[in-house]
């Protein structure tokens, strides 16, 4: 991906998000662009116009990280955001190349070591499975595969949760708050093309999805990106009905740029009755190649 463009689209698109009144400026009158001017960020950050529209044009190579804070702090950029401002200024200069991590490799280049499947399996309180930047699935657990059944049941989605988010019907089914989803989505691959900008694989997806999708091409172009770390989501399985499930996301140590997710349900609510149920449900069906069906 072009380094240059996505610093430009990048600091474009958060300019447009601040007004004036946000920023602590006089709104005025005859305002022929959505939030602030160039010279306005340029006087929030301490530099000249023509410094800053450079920066903007998508020159950061060599940027001091004085600068960058100054041009966070103008634009009222959260952690997220920071983060992946850095990371576009690493790749703009080359600083990031031994920093970088390894190539993500896809789900039939990459293998578990035998611990860490060990470790997926015995957990057996709620679905947990490994993903890299790209929303490939490369590991999972038994509970896991009975859980996101629409995922293994169609061979397009090549067991990526970004293909299954725009391309798949079922999931407007199988996440109830598709929108959201949908938006958190995009926002991991963002933040994984300004962290990891060589990926050829994750260039691909990018452009199969914004090729097949409205709804990923719009997104894409808001250049969101946020941390997903922990939070509650809803869902609805064929099986077993509405589930509410908490998760967290937890970065692996021995295998920089994948994340371990794992979910899990309120002790005592009927989310919790719910998984008890799935895995029932997954204890009698081949949950790789499973058809939709009912529990009665």
Do not use: C
């Not at 010279?39 to 301490?46: I, N």
């Not at 957990?123 to 929303?135: C, H, L």
Request: no cysteine.
């Amino acid at each position: 991906m072009d380094n240059r463009e996505q610093v430009r689209e990048f600091l474009t698109s958060r300019r447009a998000k601040i007004t004036p009144e946000q920023a602590g400026l006089p709104s005025g009158s005859r305002r022929r662009v959505p939030g602030l001017r160039r010279s306005e960020v340029a006087a929030l950050a301490d530099m000249s116009v023509e410094y800053y529209s450079k920066l903007e044009r998508g020159t950061l190579a060599g940027v001091s990280p004085a600068v960058l804070e100054a041009l966070a702090r103008a634009l009222q950029l959260d952690d997220a955001e920071r983060a992946h401002l850095l990371h576009l200024a690493q790749a703009a200069d080359g600083s990031d190349a031994l920093t970088r991590p390894r190539r993500r490799r896809t789900r039939d280049q990459w293998k578990p070591h035998r611990s860490l499947q060990w470790t997926l399996d015995a957990i057996t309180a709620g679905p947990a499975f490994v993903r890299n930047g790209r929303m490939d699935i490369l590991a999972a657990n038994q509970l896991f595969r009975a859980f996101y059944t629409d995922v293994y049941a169609t061979p397009g989605n090549q067991m990526n949760l970004a293909r299954f988010n725009f391309l798949d019907p079922a999931s407007r089914r199988f996440y109830p708050d598709w929108e959201p989803f949908a938006d958190l989505a995009v926002a991991i691959l963002r933040t994984e093309a300004g962290r990891n900008p060589h990926d050829k694989d994750l260039q691909d997806l990018v452009g199969e999805l914004s090729t097949r999708s409205d709804e990923f091409r719009t997104r894409w172009g808001a250049h969101n990106v946020r941390h997903h770390g922990t939070g509650t989501k809803r869902f609805h399985h064929h099986a077993v009905g509405d589930l509410t499930l908490a998760f967290e996301g937890l970065e692996m140590a021995a295998e920089p740029g994948l994340t371990l997710t794992i979910y899990t349900a309120e002790p005592g609510s009927p989310s919790e009755e719910g998984l008890r149920l799935l895995a029932s449900w997954a204890a009698t069906q081949d949950v790789d190649a499973t058809e939709p069906s009912t529990l009665s």
